[in-house]
């Protein structure tokens, strides 16, 4: 799946940014209760196209990526540690970051179950975690899941319920589910 992602990494931030507009800064800060003097955790955050605009917010971003092409456009980005490494097997202690994202990405772990395990293993007590991710049940979203099976991109979209049903299984607590933009729902847990 890094390959597709090698592939147009180096038009992914233009291309996002003219089907959806410059990412919403403010909207980040509120969710992630931004600032915080800790650490964020980007789980499959390829190029930091959100998180590289929060390094202000935060005592640093860490970009964890399976594609060496999306972290090297992310590089350009300034002061982000880059990772590439599989998210279900993060290479950092526990309890070692105040926040993750995993922003559009859940969608392409492999291992998803293990890949949320990991972020809460990593994640302090009161931290928190958002996900952002399509919505399956919608048609829209039913389009772009059989556009990423006709290329072979291996995603798996998984159901509101499976996504609340794996951060409990974590011992998290769900927050809230909002409304995201673009089909898609916002996951709120704090560990």
Same mark, same amino acid.
């Given at each position: 799946?890094?390959? @597709? #992602? ?7 931030? $233009? ?18 209760? *931004?600032?915080?003097?800790?650490? *964020? ?15 202000p917010?935060?005592? +640093?971003?860490?970009?964890?990526? @399976?594609? +060496?092409?999306?972290?090297? +456009? ?5 002061? *982000? ?10 290479? #950092? ?8 994202? %995993?922003?559009?990405?859940?969608? @392409? ?6 890949? %949320? ?35 072979l ?10 996504? $609340? @049903?794996?951060?409990?299984e974590?011992? *998290? ?19």
């Amino acid at each position: 799946m890094s390959f @597709h #992602f090698d592939l147009f990494s180096k038009g992914y931030d $233009q291309f996002l940014g003219s089907v959806l507009g410059p990412p919403d800064i403010p909207y980040w800060r509120a969710v992630l209760r *931004l600032p915080v003097k800790g650490r *964020l955790l980007d789980a499959g955050g390829g190029t930091g196209r959100i998180s590289a605009a929060l390094c202000p917010d935060v005592g +640093q971003v860490v970009i964890v990526d @399976h594609s +060496q092409g999306m972290l090297r +456009q992310a590089r350009k980005k300034g002061n *982000l540690e880059l990772v590439c490494a599989d998210v279900a097997r993060l290479p #950092f202690v526990d309890v070692s970051f105040e926040r993750a994202l %995993i922003i559009d990405a859940l969608h @392409h772990f492999r291992r998803q179950k293990e890949g %949320i395990a990991e972020v809460a293993r990593v994640l302090a007590p009161g931290g928190m975690l958002v996900i952002e991710e399509f919505d399956i049940r919608r048609w829209g979203t039913r389009a772009i899941a059989l556009l990423e099976k006709i290329v072979l991109m291996g995603s798996r979209f998984p159901s509101p319920e499976e996504i $609340q @049903h794996m951060l409990r299984e974590e011992g *998290l607590s769900l927050l809230e589910i909002r409304k995201g933009k673009w089909n898609s729902l916002l996951f709120i847990a704090e560990k």
